[in-house]
């Protein structure tokens, strides 16, 4: 499971794709303005469905606790410029939840997967990228995570040969669902996960 993390203004870790609340919340501001207790009271389910009016804004902690031992998380770092903390933090909840095996994280910043690989060299790291990210074999990466438009034969097949893993996002279309399957990718996120579901039960 993809998921989005952030820091909120008392270094709490929360999910959140959005560097500001408005589209799910309602408010304005961003995610560094706030706290966890007034994060906490925002409601952020009913812009989605209204089967889930009344859910909070998560903690990477709470996440971290209910996935363990069911699935496995690629964790995007997502910076807004005010963080201070982001890495060391999600580094230690990462290990205190004893899910470090069962981790991806990802980033779009080169620096703070350095950062990640210096505190926890074992850790899986992964390149959030929309252009050409060049040689896989250069790159001292586990992953490329992939804008659709990027995973073209050539690159999967070079990432393979490097042993570098293909995460390509955000793929929708079913046709698109059985190109990547067919040819090797690693993962594949999208928001149709019943599509993508009957697509490899039907042997794409």
Known sequence: MEI??????????VLLHDEDLQRVAGDPRGVWELDHAALAKLEA??????RFAGEPIPTLAEVLDLARGRIGLNIELKHHGHEQHLVESA??????AGMGGDCLLTSEDLGALRRVKDLAPHMRIGWIVDADPGNPRNLEINALSLHLPLATPGLIRACQAAGVETHVWTV?????MVRLIRLGVTSIMTDRPAVLRKVLAEGA
């Open 91 to 96: 580094l230690d909840l990462v290990r205190a």
């Open 172 to 176: 929708n279309e079913r046709v698109d």
């Open 4 to 13: 989005d993390v952030q820091e909120a203004g008392d270094g709490t870790l």
């Open 45 to 50: 389910g009913a812009w989605f469905s209204p």
